[in-house]
């Protein structure tokens, strides 16, 4: 099956889009991605690829999610999402992610996959595993930590959320940065009082990033008394 996988990557390579996505992911030495290789295949397209090969057992999903080339590593993400919605063994499939966390290694393979595996499987249960991951020293590790709560958020729940964001507010990536104040301004769309609550005690010592993206939503006068600090 891998191997029909791999003619199907072949058929759909595209040499001009890869130079351009390897820019876009920031895959120069010293850079959050440096080493990813993109073959330049659209998300549409690796969905579709997903789909058709979604039979693939846990021991071909860890061949691909090893690869240095993205595609086959998000691609694994999408089967391992296939898998977990009709899985009955749903903890297997969480503990094969949490487990191979240092190959989930970049912005768009964490955002796709962490709410829908781990924030989906954490829903009933003990959440202390996003605190650990929140306090790692791997980058994608604290993102996939903060951006599992985007389910809760769904689901109208946000003190998780509130608590690994205070956790990070002094964080120095901007990818972590981004990545709170996204899931600030998404709390904020389903309850503003609780993101403004959150905003008066912090705003005025929050990296400028993550303000910026929290309060993204408010109307512009709104937005300049934050970004004064006016509040």
Not at 22 to 34: D, N, S, V
Not at 149 to 178: C, P, V, W
């Given at each position: 099956m891998i191997n029909e996988l791999?003619?199907?990557?072949?058929?759909k390579?595209?040499?001009?889009?890869?130079?351009?996505?390897q820019g876009f992911f920031k895959t120069e030495k010293g850079e959050y991605g440096e080493g990813d290789i993109f073959?330049?295949?659209?998300?549409?397209e690796q969905r579709k690829i997903a789909k058709e090969f979604k039979h693939l057992d846990l021991?071909?999903?860890k061949e691909l999610l090893d690869s240095k080339i993205h595609e086959k590593r998000?691609?694994?993400?999408?089967?391992?999402?296939?898998k977990y919605e009709i899985y009955e063994d749903k903890k297997e499939i969480f503990d094969f992610y949490i487990k191979n966390t240092q190959k989930i290694n970049n912005w768009d393979?964490?955002?796709l996959s962490a709410p829908q595996i781990v924030g989906n499987y954490l829903k009933d249960k003990n959440r202390k595993i996003l605190y650990d991951l929140v306090k790692s020293e791997n980058l994608w590790e604290k993102r996939i930590g903060i951006i599992s709560t985007l389910t809760f958020i769904r689901n109208y729940e946000y003190i998780d959320t509130i608590n690994l964001a205070e956790i990070l507010l002094n964080d120095k990536h901007d990818l972590i940065q981004k990545a709170v104040g996204w899931m600030l301004r998404e709390v904020g769309k389903k309850d503003e009082p609780v993101l403004e609550n959150f905003l008066k005690i912090h705003y005025k010592v929050m990296p400028r990033t993550m303000l910026r993206y929290a309060i993204e939503r408010f109307e512009e006068s709104k937005r300049k008394k934050y970004l004064k600090g006016e509040i």
């Amino acid at each position: 099956m891998i191997n029909e996988l791999e003619k199907r990557l072949k058929e759909k390579e595209n040499k001009e889009k890869a130079k351009v996505l390897q820019g876009f992911f920031k895959t120069e030495k010293g850079e959050y991605g440096e080493g990813d290789i993109f073959l330049g295949i659209v998300v549409p397209e690796q969905r579709k690829i997903a789909k058709e090969f979604k039979h693939l057992d846990l021991k071909e999903i860890k061949e691909l999610l090893d690869s240095k080339i993205h595609e086959k590593r998000l691609i694994s993400l999408l089967i391992l999402i296939e898998k977990y919605e009709i899985y009955e063994d749903k903890k297997e499939i969480f503990d094969f992610y949490i487990k191979n966390t240092q190959k989930i290694n970049n912005w768009d393979l964490v955002d796709l996959s962490a709410p829908q595996i781990v924030g989906n499987y954490l829903k009933d249960k003990n959440r202390k595993i996003l605190y650990d991951l929140v306090k790692s020293e791997n980058l994608w590790e604290k993102r996939i930590g903060i951006i599992s709560t985007l389910t809760f958020i769904r689901n109208y729940e946000y003190i998780d959320t509130i608590n690994l964001a205070e956790i990070l507010l002094n964080d120095k990536h901007d990818l972590i940065q981004k990545a709170v104040g996204w899931m600030l301004r998404e709390v904020g769309k389903k309850d503003e009082p609780v993101l403004e609550n959150f905003l008066k005690i912090h705003y005025k010592v929050m990296p400028r990033t993550m303000l910026r993206y929290a309060i993204e939503r408010f109307e512009e006068s709104k937005r300049k008394k934050y970004l004064k600090g006016e509040i």
